[in-house]
């Protein structure tokens, strides 16, 4: 056959975009730089391109090419006509090439320069690995980067790279597309020692796995053993970046080899020999080369190396040997083992073809992948400028290139040369030394054709489409493709005429091939049965050195019969094969909607091909399919073909009916069962969904009707929940449902309808969106989004999941405690007397919707704010006209205030805990402490502290450490870890106390790991007091309970009594020691270590080092907490020495014990002797005024929670007079915390315990107050009330402690009232108290105690109340914020404890609460600490900064429920279950969102309860730790729930009552108004549009919403009649009222169908062409009458009302039964199979074709076949023989067949 030319399609002069965007940038080359020096090469967008990136452009939207060019230094990575990326590298840029690295196989850039590599990943951080030595070119594998060493001893020549690029193999392949982003972020790896003689030195090739590892050495196999490669004169060619292949040239060989890059199996042997340095065992991923073939005789090198695909699907690689003209092919051999693939080459699989250039294209198969690579032709340019296309080694075509467009004409043009191939795109070189981009395939193309052409690829064997591939592209003047202008049209038109061509060659090709078949010997062997048998074994075709050429059209060894109709036997078998293949595709159509224009162009075909086979059953099926095609086609009845065509529809209705298993799979086509067929992929998923819901089983990747299937991971206990696993497996969402006939989508949407109240909580989220259960989706992907465990296609797979319902979720914005600030007027914090407005006062973030929703509309968040703000200038009372008095006055009262300002930092810092995220970018804003005050009497004048009376900066210093603390805690702990940067960026250049103060606010968090040793010592050489107190508290609580010995190294520096004696002596102030020790407990928290037990006990009877015996008190309160932390709850399991150690801590609290006992293990070593000077013993005697404290605590937390009966009894409470003396109060107070908290299962919240608490002789004492009292009397008075007073307060610190975080009201009751009793004893407030409790205690007890216990209780109140914003509370504490100067007790303790009762009242804005672990118990027992501090600066008794130590006690246990719909938190109400403890049973109660959830320890499920939301359950199992908002297992621990609101309800925010949601009553009020305008003349739109708005009301569905407009439009009003426009209505009632949108399409669908039938047979005008929707309908009725059958198991009915199908059912029979001259057709089809005539009326062919496809009629020739064998059985009625042979026919149809069949034997 000759070979005509084609015209390639010309895109347009090429031209490099690197030169325009220099040019463009105004950046022309260098002088030193030459003009022309510059490279680059094009590549695919897949080879980038990832599937989670959605920020990059996608593929429907981005077709161009992609390239990098390269000039000097600079790469511009460009994306057609625009600019992507630049880089800029630090030297001369000598290779560039995309790779594949890493474990995760991440696409890297790859810049290869004189001295280094420079690879860009993912992230856009440049990695820069030295290199050893000089390397001459890289390239890209599989494994990694090949690296080329040069010999020792030689210059480097380096290997430029061009546009031949070695990407031009493989690259087509799916790759992870990555933003790499040209910031440089260099990263030193260590390189390899040049100066040592290893392996990377030795061998010629190194392969860089990683761009973190070191190059290694590669190996080469030869003869079992392994040694360094070191072939240095193999100069590298050509890799493959998916296939592990590496080609090279010896020049001094003049040979090109072919290597395989292999994993070292650790059998073979290595040769250290020769190699001393190789070691004896080979490290795991070493790589070896092998050589797998060798040619010889090329002068000089292949100019290009390829990887193509042969004829039979077989992987070739390609070299262009220019100086020979020709293109060497070699057809490798793949063998999987064991999942290892192992490639090889024999030389007799070679093949050669003239050629001056040669490229590879996607051209023929276009999508279709062998091996995971694409198949991918061959371009080859012939010395004659001739450019031909090859498939293989078989040529199809030849190309021209003449015209530029429809007017420009190219005279005289020769190509000279072909280059950067990128899939069907290339760029053709011609001889005037222009470059054209032109293309093989051209847009638009037919969708139905490449369909086709891709069915018969995947469906035909090699052979025969190879016969069609060369019909195909064959040169005449009606080909395929032969046009430079087609449309789709014109496009399928020539394919159709190329399959009609094959049906009228086939019967005339026998004498062609006869003629051209030699009787030559090779022939003979070729054609004999030796080699048939040969091919059989060994499928390969192709002969060594054989020029296609000389073989012509079709290749002798493609010739597998001898006789002479092997043509006309192979072309019939392509003639039957294709109509099978195309046959699938038609049937794969029946089921998209939006390819019914297709279908019919495919039909017509279909009906050629099959009656020029005479398939008369295929025939007689595709016009009951259109009833129109039955006028050019005849049917007859002597067909002897048995064939029945496979029928979806009918597979489907059986499976329904019959079962999967039941169902005969002859009713699928074969291709279905092929894997990854993906022309009828879309039936193969349909067909796998009713096969799971019918009762298939799922084995493996199969079922059990042998169709593949995906399977989403996920429980599944029905068959309806296992299809809608399969459903996101197969990632078919709503919008693919869109495509289904309504029929066919019926079972698969009631599946979803089953599933959606309840379905398993372990699926992933696109599953709940395809089942509209948003709420869950998200919440799933709250807590389960691992970043290696989420699909990466999540994203998208959920949109187009909920496509086209649930556009409006995305993006859905969850708003943050950041952006969302409120700016409404009643949150603007302002006086009216204020002239300074709004100020930054660490607050003004507060107000976000969440925490707005939390209080409703009250305005306790703006009281609180106002309470708390420090940045303000106080408000001072004075006369309009001063005196000099009242100036003096002025100082006092703002002396008074100025100590409570200095005290509010507390309560800020807990009230905004953890609410806000900063901007790492950006400083920490510090609010100021502002301690000034403003005259509103005097036009707002400012007066300040007069600095003569007071000292101004040292009454701050302290103040603006807490200030900055309280800044810091503001900011929520984010997911990844702080930035060290960030933290420096921070820091100033002097050290400050605002700097020292952020330190522990971050350390609080956990954000101080992020600093090095070299940072903490620069902090530490500050020598800063407040700085070093600050880290060091900070490091402790981020490293808590780690015992780090670098930081415990760095703590113990500064407790100089454990120095050794030759460290030199350091003055350290006695705060910094405390610091010190309590941090030291915080590190070693909870682990017993002896040896620091044994330094803590000895710390607490040591004085510290310095002069101020006053400080003495806190040094020793300090050790004993940390020896309690040590030992937290662990006192009875702790090691042996616990009892001696016991026994010391209760002689530090000062109990009677033996003169003469030891302590043998505590023994102080020399040093400590020495240094024991201020040891605070006298002989024996301990003063127990300074150690009690600390001892009692140490006790406390050693024995928390332990129940010890011991320690607990020897804790006592004075009982006698004589012990009331001997114990100080305050000390009493500390041993009934201590004793309740070692008893704690004992501590019940109530009065009669705290009595309980009480002794018998101190309630006796207090019940006699009176005036009638001895002086005797009233100085044991004052013990009893002294010991009474701190009793009861020690009891309600140890409720507090014990009910922590509960928001308990019995409790809230209790404290509250004993807070007022103690008020009213100091100073009456109320008429009377109405309790029993001993009145007059003020003149026993000094009214500071008083203040004091009353601000202790208050704390334990609020301790208690955490988080809720309890507003009685909130009253007290700010009438005690209030009390004036004359009370006398504006002290600045006691405004530090309502601070932070305040604070702790609204801790974190009420997001957070306290937890009752120890460790929690032990924070707030620090902070708790019953010694209120004097004044701004006194840290004598108890370090200030531990007052901040409660943030480890808390946490977030708050949730909020957040409507998916809107995003916008909502009320929804919950029940909680917690757990049976032993003082209740299993409890349910109910909240409302936003809320506060149970501890862990106790919560067991939560549900989402109430009519106006979707329940879901989310069980817990309760375990004891803390609630971290990290833990990515708990679906809680975000703190949000994600809700779906129902349609039909308003939320709780719009319709608190429930008023609004009578949807019912209101849907029909309105459609009775409708009805009534569609029947008046005159029509109001007012009340139409009640409709669309009540409708926008109950549903944001975006679907209902259009549709109920629609209804209101008075132009559709007036199109349609009424009886529809009522249909309408209805329908939406039923999609709204059952939140069912979905069925909107389906209902809609069913009720036109039957009035287009209608009008068909009343009016024979109708836009019905097909009868497609009557299999549609059956399918639904069967699957009603599947739902109808198994009513009386399943009280849930299904998605579409029965009765609606059963009257679709009666309406189609009537309109069946409604024609007069059917039966005389139908008799006719019987018996001829003809259908009606043409000149008769096309609606005779119509019913027809309706009642064979409604009865399920067989075909004629199978009921010629059953009647001719009934008719020799003698009965009366052959109803039920055809029963048995039909059994899927109806009865009618019967009952028609057997009339038809007794009139003809009568």
């Known amino acids: 056959m000759s070979v005509g030319a084609r015209e390639l399609t010309v895109l347009g002069e090429f031209k490099p975009f690197g030169l325009i965007a220099e040019a463009l940038d105004g950046k022309p080359p260098s002088d030193t730089t030459c003009v022309d020096d510059y490279r680059y090469f094009l590549f695919s967008p897949e080879l980038t391109k990832q599937r989670d990136d959605l920020h990059f452009p996608s593929p429907s939207s981005d077709r161009s090419d992609h390239e990098l060019f390269t000039r000097g230094n600079r790469i511009i990575w460009s994306i057609g006509s625009r600019v992507y990326k630049r880089f800029t590298s630090p030297s001369t840029v000598i290779k560039a090439c995309w790779c594949r690295m890493g474990d995760t196989s991440d696409t890297v850039l790859c810049i290869l320069q004189s001295d280094s590599l420079s690879i860009y990943n993912t992230s856009g951080e440049v990695t820069s690995v030295p290199l050893p030595r000089s390397i001459t070119s890289i390239w890209p594998l599989p494994c990694g980067l090949l690296l080329q060493q040069a010999p020792e001893g030689s210059s480097p020549v380096h290997i430029q790279f061009s546009s031949l690029s070695p990407f031009l193999s493989a690259r087509d392949t799916i790759r992870s597309k990555r933003d790499v982003s040209p910031q440089q972020n260099y990263t030193a790896v260590h390189g390899l020692d040049t100066t040592k003689r290893d392996g990377s030195s030795m061998s010629s090739h190194l392969i860089l796995k990683d761009p973190l590892e070191e190059p290694q050495p590669a190996y080469i196999e030869e003869r079992g053993k392994l040694n360094y490669i070191k072939e240095f004169d193999e100069r590298t060619i050509w890799t493959g970046d998916c296939v592990p292949l590496m080609a090279s040239y010896n020049k001094a060989k003049l040979q090109h080899s072919l290597w395989v890059v292999e994993i070292i199996n650790s059998n073979i042997e290595m040769g250290n020999s020769r190699f001393p340095d190789v070691p004896l065992g080979v490290q795991t991923k070493q790589f070896s080369f092998r050589r797998i073939w060798q040619g010889k005789g090329s002068q000089t090198a292949a100019s290009k190396v390829f990887l193509a695909t042969d004829h039979d699907a077989s992987p070739i690689i390609c070299f262009l040997l220019q100086e020979q003209k020709k293109l060497l092919s070699l057809r490798l051999q793949t063998v999987e083992i064991n999942t290892e693939v192992i490639y090889d080459i024999k030389p007799d699989m070679s093949w050669s073809i003239p050629a001056v250039a040669a490229t590879p294209v996607v051209v023929t198969r276009p999508g279709v992948k062998v091996g995971g690579l694409p198949f991918v032709d061959i371009v080859v340019l012939t010395s004659e400028n001739t450019l031909l296309l090859y498939c293989g080694k078989q040529c199809l075509c030849t190309f021209k290139l003449s015209h530029l467009g429809k007017d ?259 009713y699928l086509p074969s291709l279905i069962f092929k894997d990854g067929s993906s022309v009828v992929n879309w039936g193969r998923k349909i067909v796998s969904f009713y096969s799971l819901l019918c009762g298939a089983e799922l084995l493996g990747k199969r079922l059990s009707s042998g169709i593949s299937c995906a399977v989403a991971s996920g429980s599944f206990n029905t068959p309806e929940e296992l299809t809608v696993l399969s459903m996101v497996g197969e990632r078919v969402g709503l919008q693919q449902l869109d495509l289904l006939p309504a029929g066919v989508s019926l079972p698969l949407r009631d599946a979803l309808d089953k599933c959606r109240d309840s379905p398993p909580m372990d699926w992933p989220a696109a599953a709940y969106v395809l089942l509209g259960r948003e709420d869950l989706a998200f919440s799933r992907l709250a807590y389960s989004k691992k970043s290696v465990e989420l699909e990466p296609h999540m994203s998208v797979n959920m949109t187009c999941m909920s496509t086209p319902y649930m556009l409006n979720l995305h993006p859905v914005t969850i708003p943050s405690s950041i952006s969302d600030t409120i700016q409404s007027e009643d949150n603007k914090l302002e006086d009216v007397d204020s002239v300074e407005g709004s100020v930054a006062d660490g607050m003004e973030h507060i107000f976000n919707s969440g925490i707005q929703l939390r209080y409703g509309r009250d305005l306790r968040l703006n009281e609180v704010r106002r309470l708390l703000c420090s940045a303000r200038p106080v408000v001072i009372q004075t006369p309009v006209n001063p005196t000099a008095s009242d100036q003096d006055l002025q100082q006092a009262q703002l002396w008074q205030l100025a100590q409570r300002t200095t005290a509010l930092p507390f309560g800020r810092g807990a009230f905004t805990l953890a609410t806000t995220c900063t901007l790492l970018t950006e400083a920490l804003t510090v609010p100021k402490l502002v301690l000034a005050g403003r005259l509103p009497a005097q036009q707002n004048a400012t007066v300040n502290l007069d600095p003569n009376v007071r000292n101004v900066q040292e009454l701050k210093s302290w103040p603006e450490f807490h200030n900055a603390v309280a800044a810091g805690l503001r900011l929520a702990p984010p997911q990844g870890k702080m930035s060290r940067t960030w933290i420096l960026y921070n820091k100033p250049e002097e050290p400050s106390v605002v700097h020292a103060g952020l330190l522990l606010a971050l350390g609080l968090h956990g954000h101080l790991r992020v600093l090095t040793i070299t940072d903490i010592y620069q902090y530490y050489s500050q020598e800063h007091e407040s700085t070093t107190v600050g880290l060091m508290l900070g490091l402790a609580a981020s490293y808590r309970g780690t015992m780090q010995p670098a930081i415990s190294k760095s703590l113990y520096v500064h407790i100089p009594s454990r120095h050794p004696s030759s460290f030199p002596e350091l003055e350290l102030p006695t705060l910094l020691q405390s610091a010190a020790l309590l941090s030291v407990g915080l590190l070693y928290e909870g682990s017993a270590h002896p040896q620091t037990m044994q330094i803590l006990l000895g710390e607490i009877g040591r004085r510290s080092g310095g002069d101020n015996v006053l400080e003495r008190e806190g040094y020793a309160v300090a050790a004993g907490f940390s020896l309690g932390l040590v030992a937290l709850g662990r006192g009875e399991d702790a090691p042996g020495f616990v009892d001696s150690l016991v026994d010391r801590l209760f002689q530090y609290i000062g109990g009677k014990e033996p003169q003469n006992e030891t302590f043998p293990l505590f023994v102080p070593s020399i040093d400590e002797h020495n240094r024991s000077a201020g040891q605070i013993m006298d002989g024996t005697a301990v003063n127990v005024d300074v150690t009690a404290p600390g001892a009692t605590i140490a006790l406390a937390l050693m024995f928390l929670k332990t129940e010890s009966e011991l320690v607990y009894s020897r804790l006592s409470v004075p009982q006698t007079h004589f012990d009331l003396h001997y114990v100080r109060p305050d000390f009493i107070m500390l041993r009934v915390i201590a004793r309740n908290l070692i008893m704690w299962s004992r501590v019940h919240a109530s009065e009669e315990w705290i009595q309980s608490q009480i002794p018998e002789v101190i309630q006796n004492g207090v019940k006699g107050l009176g005036d009638t009292m001895r002086d005797t009397d009233e100085i044991n008075a004052d013990a009893f009330v002294q010991a009474y007073v701190h009793i009861v307060v020690g009891a309600c610190i140890s409720l507090g402690l014990r009910y922590a975080g509960s928001r308990d009201g019995s409790l809230q009751e209790l404290l509250y009232k004993y807070a007022l009793y103690f008020l009213n004893e100091i100073k009456p407030v109320s008429v009377s108290s109405g309790h029993a409790f001993p009145k007059g205690l003020s003149r026993y007890i000094d009214r500071g105690s008083l203040e004091t216990c009353l601000y202790l209780i208050v704390l334990s109140l609020c301790v208690v109340m955490a988080g809720s914003g309890h507003l009685q509370t909130f009253k007290l504490l700010k009438y005690l914020r209030g009390r004036n100067s004359a009370d006398g007790h504006l002290s600045f303790g006691n405004q530090m404890a309502v601070s932070l009762a305040i604070g702790f009242l609204f801790i974190g804005g009420g997001m957070q609460t306290f937890s009752t672990s120890k460790s929690s118990i032990a924070a707030l027992l620090i902070t708790l600490y019953p010694r209120l501090p004097t004044g701004p600066n006194d840290n004598r008794c108890h370090l200030q900064a531990f007052r901040h130590l409660y943030v480890l006690a808390t946490e977030a246990r708050w949730v909020q429920t957040v409507d998916v719909d809107s995003g916008l938190p909502v009320y929804c109400p919950l029940e909680v279950t917690v757990r049976e403890t032993e003082h209740y049973a299993e409890t349910s109660f109910y909240e409302v969102t936003p809320c506060i959830l149970p501890e862990r320890a106790v919560l067991k499920a939560v549900r989402v309860c109430g009519p106006r939301y979707w329940s879901q359950v989310i069980n817990h199992t309760p375990e004891e730790k803390p609630w971290s908002s990290g833990d990515k297992s708990d679906a809680l621990s975000s703190g949000i729930l994600y809700v779906k609101r129902k349609v039909g309800a308003c939320s709780y925010v719009d319709d608190p009552a429930g008023c609004q949601s009578l949807l019912s009553r209101a849907m029909h009020k309105v459609f009775g108004l409708t009805r009534l305008r569609a029947a008046a003349a005159s029509r109001d739109c007012r009340d139409g549009d009640m409709v669309d708005q009540l409708i926008s009301t109950f549903s944001s569905n975006p679907s209902l919403i259009s549709f109920a407009q629609l209804c209101c439009d008075p132009n559709w009003n007036s199109r349609s009649d009424i009886d529809f426009q009522e249909f309408c209505l209805q329908v939406l009632f039923e999609c709204v009222s059952k939140d069912r949108p979905a069925l909107l399409q389906v209902y809609l669908s069913l009720y036109t169908t039957i009035g287009s039938m209608v009008d068909r047979v009343t009016r024979s005008s109708s836009n019905l062409q097909d009868t497609l929707f009557i299999s549609s309908l059956k399918i639904a009725l069967a699957y009603n009458n599947g739902l109808l059958s198994k009513r009386s198991t399943s009280s849930k009915e299904g998605i579409v009302q029965a009765t609606f199908l059963g009257s679709v059912q009666k309406r189609v029979e009537e309109i069946l039964s409604s024609s007069l001259e059917f039966q005389k057709d139908f008799s006719t089809y019987m018996k001829s199979g003809r259908w009606p005539p043409e000149d008769y009326a096309t609606r005779a062919t119509t019913l027809l074709s309706w009642y064979v496809q409604w009865y399920n009629v067989p075909s004629p020739f199978e009921v010629k076949r059953a009647l001719d064998k009934i008719k020799a059985i003698s009965t009366s009625s052959s109803v039920p023989l055809l029963h048995l042979v039909f059994p899927t026919t109806d009865v009618t149809g019967l009952n028609e067949i057997n009339r038809v069949g007794f009139c003809s034997r009568g």
């Open 408 to 666: 420009q004409v190219l005279h005289d043009t020769r190509i000279v040369g072909l280059a950067d191939a990128v899939e069907e795109r290339i760029n053709v070189i011609v001889n005037s030394g222009r470059i054209y981009r032109c293309t093989w395939r051209r847009n638009p193309s037919s969708s139905l054709a490449n369909d086709c052409i891709t069915a018969m690829a995947e469906g035909l064997n090699s052979t025969l489409y190879n016969h069609f591939l060369v019909l195909l592209w064959r040169n005449d003047d009606q080909t395929y493709l032969s046009g430079t202008d087609l449309t789709a049209d014109s496009e399928w038109e020539s394919f159709q005429s190329v399959i009609t061509r094959i049906c009228k060659e086939s019967s005339h090709t026998s004498e062609k091939l006869s003629d051209s078949v030699s009787c030559s010997s090779w022939e003979f062997l070729i054609n004999s049965r030796y080699h048939k048998q040969y091919s059989k074994s060994y499928p390969i075709s192709g002969f060594s050195e054989t020029s296609i050429d000389q073989q012509g059209l079709y290749s002798p060894g493609s010739s597998r019969d001898t006789s002479d109709n092997a043509g006309n036997s192979l072309y019939a078998e392509l003639v039957a094969e294709t109509l099978d293949t195309l046959h699938t595709v038609y049937e794969s159509l029946k089921l998209d909607n939006l390819r019914k224009r297709d279908m019919g162009l495919l039909v017509v075909l279909l009906c050629d091909i099959a009656a020029f086979l005479r398939e008369d059953c295929y025939l007689d099926h595709y016009i009951r399919d259109f009833p129109c095609l039955s006028k050019g086609h005849e049917v007859s009845l002597i067909s002897s073909s048995k064939r029945i065509p496979p029928s979806l529809f009918r597979w489907l209705e059986s499976c329904l009916k019959h079962g999967c298993s039941s169902t005969s799979i002859s």
